[in-house]
């Protein structure tokens, strides 16, 4: 029998004397721990009421420790001992769900439903807590039914959800286009998985408010703005040239036809070339050449502060360059070579070089050729 062997068997020999009631000295902590980590159910028992808080961390992660002992560390006082009994495999599902009814440790079961095992996600579609429906929602490993059952939710959060996903299959994507919520088909628009043909439907059939909310969050090719009349319908413009994923083309499509109102969000995007702002600085309107003055004029602005930064990362840069070329100079395996080649015998010697650009390069091959030798 090897130590190994001996050393199980002692543990086994403890847990069933503390089991018939007999005494034996305190444990060690060493050995507290190393218990805890092992597969002796009445030994885990016992450390599961253990003082020290990491002791009964390690009991609670222990994948052998009785379920009983799990659920009672469901309601120790330290939290982290808490949360690795609930993320325990051994503990029964139903009980993590019965757990979500603690505000404290739902935010843990929320985290456990976003990648949930096959056997768990009945009891995560079908709980009580939006906050679940809403995680689980997100997996994109989901069998079609729950994705069906999921995308008739009462909150449209979780629809959201379903109708971004892209494991979601196209039938069922589909079927979201009937949703009443327009946040759910700004969705189902930005899904990949949503066929093209059926996204061109959505945005035909899509009313005005519906409209708004797409040209201002949803990125718009051409046949769209073709589609919705971008530039001859001032509601919708006005909220297009506002839209963080515009084109330049689109700005300048927009630039030329569309009423004032959008003209002027046209010349104040950040987005619109110089080209179409020269076009604007043209235009009948003062208050958009007043616009396009003052985009012009942050741009000079940003491009000095760009080229001060530059400017000074450089001089930091060169700061930091010739103090190290200097301290390489000092170093007592090269300065002695440089005193006798080129009387260089201190920092002023060193700042002298540096001016004279023939020096500093034969100094710099000088160096070179002395560290190549070594």
């Known amino acids: 029998m090897n130590l190994n062997k001996h050393t199980m068997a002692f543990i ?27 597969d002796n159910p009445s030994m885990l028992k016992r450390l599961a009421q253990h003082e020290d808080e990491y002791i009964r961390e390690l009991v609670a992660k222990n994948p052998l ?11 120790d006082p330290s939290r982290r001992v808490q949360i ?8 029964p599902q139903e009980t993590v769900m019965e757990m979500a009814a603690d505000p404290k440790l739902r935010p843990y079961v929320v985290e456990m439903a976003r990648y949930p ?13 939006d906050e679940i429906r809403e995680s689980v929602a997100q997996d994109n490993t989901l069998d079609d039914c729950w ?4 995308s008739q939710d009462s909150n449209v959060r979780v629809r959201c959800y379903v109708a971004s996903n892209q494991g979601c299959s196209p039938e069922i994507l589909i079927r979201m286009m009937d949703d009443s919520n327009p946040y759910v088909k ?13 996204k061109n439907q959505l945005v035909r059939q899509a009313d005005l408010e519906t ?11 051409r046949d769209w703005e073709t589609i919705l009349e971008l530039e001859s319908n001032e509601a919708l413009g006005l909220e297009y040239a506002q839209n963080p994923f515009i084109t330049t083309s689109a700005l300048d499509r927009l630039a030329h036809g569309s009423s004032a109102a959008v003209r002027l969000l046209v010349a104040q995007n950040e987005k619109t070339t110089n080209d179409t702002l020269e076009q604007l600085s043209d235009d009948p309107d003062p208050q958009i050449r007043s616009a396009v003055m003052q985009t012009l004029s942050q741009r000079q602005l940003d491009e000095l502060e760009k ?68």
């Open 117 to 129: 095992k096959l056997s768990e996600v009945p009891l995560y579609v079908n709980s009580q807590y």
């Open 211 to 221: 409209r708004k909310l797409i040209v201002r969050k949803v990125r718009i090719d």
């Open 12 to 38: 086994a020999l403890i847990s069933t004397v503390l089991c018939m009631g007999g005494c034996l000295a305190p444990m060690s902590h060493q050995d507290a721990i190393t218990n805890a980590r092992q």
């Open 65 to 75: 420790t009785p379920v009983p002992s799990l659920k009672k560390m469901l309601h």
């Open 84 to 91: 690795c009994a609930l993320q325990n495999d051994s503990l």
């Open 186 to 198: 700004i969705n189902l628009l930005q899904n990949s998985s949503m066929p093209w043909k059926k």
């Open 307 to 374: 080229l001060a930064q530059q400017m000074a990362q450089k001089q930091r840069q060169h700061e930091e360059d010739v103090k190290q070329f200097k301290a390489i100079c000092l170093h007592p395996r090269i300065a002695p070579m440089l005193r006798e080649q080129f009387s260089i015998q201190s920092e002023k010697d060193i700042e002298k070089v540096l001016q004279d650009e023939d020096k500093l390069k034969a100094v710099t091959e000088a160096i070179e050729k002395a560290l190549e030798s070594r």
């Open 147 to 150: 994705y069906e059952k999921l």
